[in-house]
């Protein structure tokens, strides 16, 4: 009986653990401002190359440090966030999800009304948009 309310309760704290973790802020590169970017750099980046010239014995560690810092806030100040969830697709667009709720209404009609021409219509569209959400999420994946 105790390995069973013990089982239950690691179930159950991982439940809670995933609802938790659910959510999480990721930075919106589609609209990210790529020439306010480059003039912010451009400028911070200047005066922190005068600094180095200025100074005689720095360490690398400490120059790759600095350089990593200065990008990294000038991301944080320009760019925007979102909140995505685990199940986030953001890949899939109006045509796609137009495409999606095809397939539905032809799986419905197969279903209903069995014939070959309406499997063969439902496994050709499900093809089709199973390789353009694939191809969807690649150039998402390498856009961002």
Known sequence: MTIWVHLMKVLLLRLVKKDTDDKREVIDW????RPAYKSLT???LSLLQEQWTNYDDLEVDC???ELCNIINECVVEVANTKV???HSKPWISRDIADL???V???KKKCRLRKSRANVQ?????QVEVTDRTKVAENE???AV
């Open 42 to 44: 451009g400028h911070r």
């Open 63 to 65: 120059m790759v440090s």
């Open 104 to 106: 539905r209404k032809q």
């Open 121 to 125: 219509e439902y496994k050709k569209i």
């Open 100 to 102: 999606l709720k095809h």
């Open 30 to 33: 589609r609209q990210f401002d």
């Open 84 to 86: 995505i969830s685990v």
């Open 140 to 142: 998402w994946w390498l």
